[in-house]
C-alpha cells in the first residue's frame, strides 16, 4: 500500500488493516514511500484491498495487491 505519510507508524497501519481482528497479520514492512502487509487469511487479504481510495490519518490510501502474490485471490 501507498499513501501513508511519513509519521505513520507501523502499528497504527497494522491496527487500521486488521479490522478488529488482532491476529489478521503476520507483518508489516515499510518503506519510504510503499508498506508490505502480509495477512495470514487469504479472506483478511480480500478486505484489506477494498480499502483502496479510502483515508488513513488523513490522507488517501492506495492497495493493491502484490505482484508477487500467489494465491487463490477470488474466493
Request: proline share 1%; charged share 30%; aromatic share 14%.
Amino acid at each position: 500500500m501507498t499513501g501513508y505519510s511519513r509519521s505513520s507508524r507501523r502499528d497504527d497501519i497494522e491496527r487500521h488493516f486488521a479490522a478488529g481482528k488482532p491476529d489478521a497479520i503476520n507483518g508489516v514492512v515499510m518503506y519510504s514511500r510503499f508498506a508490505f502487509i502480509d495477512f495470514k487469511r487469504t479472506e483478511d487479504a480480500l478486505v484489506a484491498v477494498q480499502l483502496d481510495g479510502t483515508e488513513f490519518e488523513g490522507r488517501k490510501l492506495t492497495v493493491q495487491r502484490s505482484c508477487k502474490y500467489f494465491g487463490a485471490y477470488d474466493l
